[in-house]
């Protein structure tokens, strides 16, 4: 029965991976720049990380300022914990710390925030809770990028 099942939605799920609206939620990942943050290593590697490793959140790399320091979640757990209408209105009403431009995700058009929703979820979930929130006083591990640089 199972196996049948199986046999079943293997086409199904194949088809869905290719569906306009998760290429389009691929396409607004890419160009929203959130593997920049969210997927460890990816600017260091220009971009060449596999796509299975996207969206994990930052690693060990921490943002560091004024605010305290903070870590990229890992968008893989986090979106699939929300239903799609959740997270379109999580997205046009939080305002985390630094450095998440919060500002222009707002400005994210319900439709592509919606495919951006389908895209992640179709990644799967993976990895693991990112690091908590590190409040100014709080000296962080290396490695971390600091904002503004301190003086020389």
């Known amino acids: 029965m ?29 160009t929203g720049h959130c593997n920049n943050c969210h997927t460890a290593g990816y600017a260091p590697k220009e971009g060449n990380v596999p796509e299975k490793d996207w969206l994990l959140g ?9 605010w305290g320091t ?7 757990l986090t979106v699939p914990a929300m239903t799609e209408e959740q997270w379109v ?3 046009k009403t939080f305002k985390p710390r630094p450095p998440m431009p919060w500002w222009s995700m707002k400005e994210t058009t319900e439709q592509d925030l919606r495919a951006m929703y389908h895209y992640i979820k179709s990644l799967g979930p993976a990895g693991k809770d990112a690091q908590p929130y590190l409040p100014p006083d709080k000296e962080p591990k290396q490695p971390y990028n600091q904002a503004p640089l301190p003086p020389k």
């Not at 199972?2 to 890419?30: D, H, K, N, T, W």
């Not at 690693?59 to 560091?64: E, I, K």
């Not at 903070?70 to 893989?76: P, Q």
């Open 58 to 66: 930052s690693g060990p790399l921490g943002w560091r300022g004024p």
């Open 2 to 30: 199972i196996a049948a099942l199986a046999l079943i939605l293997a086409p199904l799920c194949a088809q869905a991976q290719g569906s306009p609206q998760i290429e389009r939620g691929r396409y607004m990942v890419l």
């Open 70 to 76: 903070t870590y990229a979640s890992n968008l893989r």
């Open 89 to 91: 209105q999580y997205i």
